[in-house]
């Protein structure tokens, strides 16, 4: 129950500070998307968060969990989701392993430097890239960017940027965040006090919400 007062008290708190408001595309934007490239950058941690009364009762940790393929995993759905109904093609850059990595590298005062998966993307033939951003809101520090486990709730904080290759603007985003998953799965203090199989629960549990987060977000853009 702490953390779904927390989520309402952040949403609240979003609304009272003038968070931005998602962009829909325009409709020519969406029509002219017949090629989209999709991007993840959501990387590959696992944000364990349970919140205590006070800030000095909460725990957290963080571990990496690369095997769970999450980069590709959320790019296999927005393909999925933009291919469903035949009208446009979805393309992935993933054969160049290394781009996410230096695309966070890249983080600069400005936010993160997508030039160069701009040019992958034209060159590929791409109207539009599509790229998913891990984020974190400063009204609610303790939910940290990305995935994880926040006591009873699977979440996502992600924003999800859409550029056009021709001019290089962002045409429209939309804020996942935040996405949650109710489960009863137990939260403990460390990703090394769960089993084998309830790891692979958890990954299950953050795999099927990301695939809901991506069907949301794409949808509440206009796709």
Request: with cysteine; charged share 25%; hydrophobic share 45%.
């Amino acid at each position: 129950m702490r953390a779904f007062g927390a989520i309402a008290a952040m949403v609240f708190a979003c609304l009272v500070a003038g968070c931005a408001l998602p962009g829909r595309l325009a409709e020519e934007d969406v029509q002219a998307g017949k090629t989209v490239a999709v991007v993840s950058v959501l990387g590959d941690t696992f944000h364990g968060i349970r919140l205590g009364f006070t800030i000095f009762g909460n725990e957290t940790y963080d571990v990496s969990v690369p095997d769970w393929n999450v980069d590709g995993a959320t790019e296999q759905s927005m393909k999925s989701f933009l291919e469903r109904d035949g009208r446009r093609k979805a393309i992935l850059l993933e054969e160049d392993k290394g781009l996410s990595k230096r695309i966070k590298d890249r983080w600069g005062m400005l936010g993160f430097d997508f030039t160069e998966v701009l040019t992958m993307a034209k060159e590929k033939g791409a109207e539009v890239v599509i790229i998913v951003v891990p984020v974190r809101n400063d009204n609610v520090r303790f939910l940290k960017e990305g995935f994880g486990f926040l006591d009873g709730l699977i979440y996502v904080a992600a924003i999800f940027d859409v550029f056009s290759t021709q001019t290089g603007k962002k045409v429209g985003w939309v804020w996942s965040f935040p996405q949650t998953g109710r489960t009863d799965f137990e939260w403990r203090n460390g990703f090394d006090k769960y089993s084998a199989s309830e790891i692979e629960i958890l990954r299950e549990l953050t795999i099927n919400n990301i695939q809901q987060t991506v069907n949301r977000a794409l949808g509440d853009l206009g796709y």
